[in-house]
């Protein structure tokens, strides 16, 4: 079973920056669109970006546009979600996902979260003073 494997999490101030990364051991993501999501407590889980297969479209919520950065490198099976500019509503479990279904992000079309699979552990970003 493919499980991705989240990174980078941690307690940073209010204007800091993180790094997350996605990891798919053994898995090739190409092909396959990915997408950032993020659960905080008491809330549904809802998605923060994606990135497309191959020709590198993005989407990004309204809430994260200009401040988060989505990146892949399918040579090395990963991808990464550049966080700057974090705020304390920031603060939640981030997980990545592939989604099964397509292979495209559009800046547009919200990821819907019942097309995704192979969820990892999340990563914990926490925001605060």
């Known amino acids: 079973q493919v499980q991705f494997v989240e990174s980078g999490g941690g307690l940073v101030q209010p204007g800091g920056s993180l790094r997350l990364s996605c990891a798919a051991p053994?898995?090739?993501?190409?092909?396959?669109?990915i997408g950032w999501f993020r659960q905080a407590p008491g809330k549904e889980r809802e998605g923060v970006s994606c990135?497309?297969?191959?020709?590198?479209?993005?989407y990004y919520a309204d809430s994260v546009k200009g401040r988060f950065t989505i990146s892949r490198d399918n040579a090395k099976s990963t991808v990464y979600l550049q966080m700057n500019s974090l705020k304390p509503e920031d603060t939640a479990v981030y997980y990545c996902?592939?989604?099964?279904?397509?292979?495209?992000?559009?800046?547009?079309?919200?990821?819907?979260?019942?097309?995704?699979?192979?969820w990892g552990q999340g990563t914990q970003v926490t925001v605060s003073s």
């Open positions: 053994g898995f090739t993501l190409d092909g396959y669109a």
């Open positions: 996902a592939a989604n099964l279904m397509r292979s495209m992000c559009g800046p547009s079309v919200t990821p819907n979260i019942y097309e995704y699979d192979y």
């Open positions: 990135i497309s297969s191959s020709i590198g479209s993005t």
